[in-house]
């Protein structure tokens, strides 16, 4: 299953919108630059359609703040699970977590990126990931070990290093997920 080195079928992928074409490749979203990626420049997005992570303490208006995290709806499809798991989550929503929710997240997501830094291969990547029937994960995986583990541990080592640094900045704080 892994060392393959077949590449996922990239097609003509224009931006966050590209997911969402009908392609007969289960790959498709892995073709779009901005999937399982974390954004944190805001100049990056173009329009509407992003789900937005921003703590108590550095969120200055309803939306669009300038320090929050950004994912595309697919791409935070891959870690919206996690909160799930820990309080319900509702896409498309303006929603606010407790402190508790805000580290148990942050902390299963150190613990992923730790244990994609660790695997050689997929065997011992965490089973969450497998979990994501939808995402494709496990075809990405067979296509392109490396360039997929390279993806989800830049997704996950950003977006938790980021949370991190939020909560060491003001502990107390809950998260707000907005869906713009």
């Avoid at 073709?31 to 108590?56: C, F, K, M, W």
């Avoid at 798991?85 to 303006?94: G, K, M, N």
Wanted: charged fraction near 20%; glycine fraction near 6%; hydrophobic fraction near 35%.
């Amino acid at each position: 299953m892994t060392g393959s080195s077949r590449k996922p079928p990239l097609g003509d992928a224009e931006g966050p919108g590209a997911y969402d074409r009908q392609d007969s490749s289960p790959l498709r979203a892995w073709a779009d630059e901005q999937y399982a990626v974390a954004i944190e420049d805001p100049a990056a997005l173009s329009h509407t359609g992003y789900i937005e992570l921003v703590p108590d303490h550095l969120r200055d208006r309803t939306c669009w703040n300038g320090a929050a995290l950004y994912y595309t709806p697919p791409t935070f499809d891959l870690l919206s699970p996690l909160l799930d798991a820990l309080d319900s989550y509702t896409p498309y929503s303006f929603l606010h977590y407790g402190t508790a929710v805000f580290e148990a997240f942050t902390a299963r997501l150190e613990t992923l990126a730790q244990n994609l830094q660790d695997a050689a291969d997929d065997t011992q990547v965490d089973n969450y990931w497998f979990s994501l029937s939808a995402a494709n994960v496990d075809q990405a995986f067979e296509a392109d070990f490396n360039g997929t583990r390279k993806r989800l541990l830049d997704l996950t080592q950003t977006s938790a290093r980021r949370l991190r640094a939020w909560r060491a900045n003001s502990p107390e704080d809950g998260l707000h997920v907005l869906g713009l």
